[in-house]
């Protein structure tokens, strides 16, 4: 009897012992999975609307035309001047004949309007040097508006004829020869008014270029030089229609 007793004892430990450790177990939490939040895709901003620029780009025709615009004023100015001086030497065709007669009214009317205002009425080769003087000026601080304009930042320090070059000495004393023998193909039978004689009108004429050279050099510095270069090819190519109109005719 005893001993049943002590079986069904053990038996009830062993339930006992069985349900304890299913309790321990399932007290233990399950382990769960880290949650990753789902990726939701990015809406891309709105385009904007597009700004439509209104300003001529840089790189046009028409904007280079605007920033060049005084340039070609002088450049044009002192081409028609020295054509002015070539009437004199060189023939020339209808064309070139009504146009230089028109320039020659307008220059002559605005240059004695100032020379009647002083009471000084200088010498005709002189008259000459100071509107070519004024053109290459000209040139000059067309030069500079349309490098400042560009965006190219212009040298601080400029000596005296810094950007000087031999291809542009040379074009300075190519007009200065044309000037010279412009009015008159005897240019030693020169005189300034019966005063100071042809010598007098020679260095006055030099260093009236001179100034007007240095003028554009200093506004224009390199610049200047360039549109000098193409003053030259101007005047060629005007020489070559006036001949192709010549024989045209």
Not at 76 to 82: K, S
Not at 215 to 228: K, P, S
């Amino acid at each position: 009897m005893a001993h049943l007793l002590l079986e069904d004892h053990d038996d009830r430990d062993d339930q006992d012992g069985e349900e304890g450790g299913i309790e321990e177990a399932s007290t233990v939490p399950p382990a769960t999975e880290p949650r990753t939040r789902p990726r939701v895709p990015k809406s891309k901003p709105p385009n904007p609307s597009p700004v439509t620029n209104t300003a001529r780009p840089a790189g046009s025709l028409g904007g280079w035309l605007l920033r060049e615009s005084i340039a070609l004023l002088g450049m044009a100015g002192a081409a028609l001047t020295v054509f002015s001086q070539l009437a004199w030497t060189v023939p020339l065709s209808r064309p070139f004949i009504d146009i230089l007669g028109w320039w020659m009214t307008v220059t002559s009317n605005f240059w004695l309007t100032h020379y009647d205002t002083i009471g000084f009425y200088p010498h005709t080769h002189l008259q000459a040097a100071i509107a070519l003087a004024a053109f290459l000026a000209l040139i000059g601080l067309g030069a500079r508006i349309s490098t400042i304009v560009s965006g190219t930042p212009l040298q601080r320090r400029w000596g005296f004829l810094d950007g000087m070059t031999w291809p542009s000495l040379a074009i300075m004393g190519v007009l200065a020869i044309i000037f010279l023998l412009g009015h008159d193909p005897e240019a030693s039978t020169a005189s300034y008014d019966g005063a100071g004689g042809k010598e007098t009108v020679k260095y006055l004429f030099a260093i009236i270029l001179t100034v007007g050279y240095a003028a554009g050099d200093y506004l224009g510095q390199r610049g200047f030089h360039v549109r000098l270069y193409r003053l030259a090819v101007l005047l060629i190519l005007g020489l070559g229609l006036n001949q192709w109109l010549l024989s045209s005719y």
